[in-house]
Nanobody, 121 residues
Framework: QVQLVESGGGLVQPGGSLRLSCAIS????????IGWFRQAPGKKHEGILC?????????YYSDSAKGRFTISRDIAKKTVYLQMNSLEPGDTAAYYC?????????????WGQGTQVTVSS
């Protein structure tokens, strides 16, 4: 059974950092790309970053992530991470990890349940 479970969200002050985790089961990170997405209230899902299964290279869905967010993975722990630095109130959203089929530009076939990130003083 394919599952993705996010954790690590919470309340952080502007300028702060958070690391989100996405624990996967039912498949291998060796064969599937994993993307991080977010959805702010009243807005559509926005792609942030994706990590490629072959070699672990990074694909940016959005320029807003460059320089502030990084994606990484631990294949042995079956976990993908999203490190977020210099957080801004505009980063407040529910954050989701997802399995992406057919490469980082492909479609999502499984979503996690999401974790809330709130950036506020």
């Amino acid at each position: 059974q394919v599952q993705l479970v996010e954790s690590g969200g919470g309340l952080v002050q502007p300028g702060g950092s958070l690391r989100l985790s996405c624990a996967i089961s039912g498949f291998s990170l060796d064969y599937y790309d994993i993307g991080w997405f977010r959805q702010a209230p009243g807005k559509k899902h926005e792609g942030i970053l994706c990590i490629n299964s072959r070699g672990g290279s990074t694909f940016y869905y959005s320029d807003s992530a460059k320089g502030r967010f990084t994606i990484s993975r631990d294949i042995a722990k079956k976990t993908v991470y999203l490190q977020m630095n210099s957080l801004e109130p505009g980063d407040t959203a529910a954050y989701y990890c997802a399995r992406v089929n057919g490469g980082c530009r492909g479609g999502v076939d499984y979503w996690g349940q999401g974790t809330q990130v709130t950036v506020s003083s």
